[in-house]
């Protein structure tokens, strides 16, 4: 529930003398002035006794008559507001509030309700907050503020103010139902508090499982590259022992070849001295044949009968 805010020391109504003092003023020609100041009296007697459409027009004059007037430009707007002419009030408390005065906090306040009641939440805490700067000690200005920021969903917010409120208004009448809003709001913090803690604690299980499943796949990945470390290793090992085994292959063949070349050449050797060997021998024998020969032929006259030989001999 919103609570309005009027300014002090409110005129009720003319009595004789002050009628009298009226009639003076009108002969000497402040007509004017006292058109005014009746025309606001007027309008603030009406606007007391709840009739606001009688008393807008009086009102709207008074202001017109003396700008200075803030109690008419408050009440102008306080009757807009019970007429539902929510657009009207909120003009006439902005023109009025740069120039507000001591009754600035009075004037913000109300353009905070007249924001709340066109359900423009965040420009009525705007209000509200001025209104409190200007008079912290303003009671219904907390409390609206705290119906305020429930509508914009500041819970925290709101439990701050209503404890504010209660604690400059001890006695307020609405202490029962606001308690039981506080106690509702603290209830909801602490479901709230359950989901954050839930939340926490299953984010804090997400990221263990997460954390787990990482290290689960660098392990594995650590695994793999050792495996391809021991398959590259072995396939190295592999690699070194063929490369051996060929270098092996390699020297063995060498070393056949280098046998076979030696073989061959003493064997070509051996063959050439035998060769050599039966050569000289037959030269041996042709020269030993050849000496007995002339020895034959020395001691013949050359008419003696040869004897020819027809034996085989065999060389060794």
């Not at 200005?141 to 500041?154: E, M």
Request: charged share 30%; hydrophobic share 40%; aromatic share 8%.
């Amino acid at each position: 529930m919103l609570k309005v805010m009027f300014c002090k020391n409110r005129v009720t109504g003319l009595t004789a003398p002050v009628k009298c003092f009226c009639a003076v003023l009108l002969v000497l020609g402040y007509g004017e002035a006292l058109f005014a100041q009746s025309a606001f009296i007027k309008g603030e007697a009406l606007f007391l006794r709840d009739k606001p459409e009688e008393a807008l027009p009086y009102l709207q004059t008074a202001a017109a008559e003396e700008p200075g007037n803030l109690q008419a430009f408050l009440y102008w707007g306080l009757a807009c507001l019970q007429l539902r002419r929510v657009d009207e009030a909120i003009s006439v408390y902005l023109q009025v509030f740069p120039r507000g005065g001591a009754e600035q906090y009075r004037i913000a306040y109300n353009l905070g309700n007249a924001y709340f009641t066109k359900e423009a939440y965040s420009q009525a805490l705007d209000y509200y907050v001025k209104a409190i700067e200007a008079n912290p000690r303003l009671a219904p200005a907390y409390l609206n503020r705290a119906n305020t920021k429930i509508r914009l969903g500041d819970l925290r917010g709101a439990l701050a103010d209503y404890t504010q409120y209660l604690a400059l208004e001890p006695q307020s009448p609405q202490r029962t139902q606001i308690e039981s809003l506080v106690a509702l709001i603290n209830g909801e913090f602490a479901v709230e508090e359950n989901r954050r803690l839930q939340s926490e604690a299953e984010a804090e299980t997400e990221r263990r499982i997460q954390a787990e499943a990482e290290h689960r796949r660098q392990v594995e990945a650590e695994v793999e590259r050792r495996l391809q470390t021991e398959a590259e290793r072995q396939r190295q090992m592999e690699a070194e022992v063929e490369r051996r085994l060929q270098v092996e292959v390699e020297r063995q063949r060498q070393m056949e070849a280098e046998v076979e070349r030696r073989v061959q050449a003493e064997r070509d050797r051996w063959l050439q001295a035998e060769a050599d060997r039966r050569r000289q021998l037959l030269e041996e024998v042709t020269a030993s044949l050849q000496s007995v020969a002339e020895e034959i032929t020395g001691l013949s006259a050359g008419t003696e009968d040869v004897s020819t030989y027809d034996g085989e001999f065999e060389l060794e």
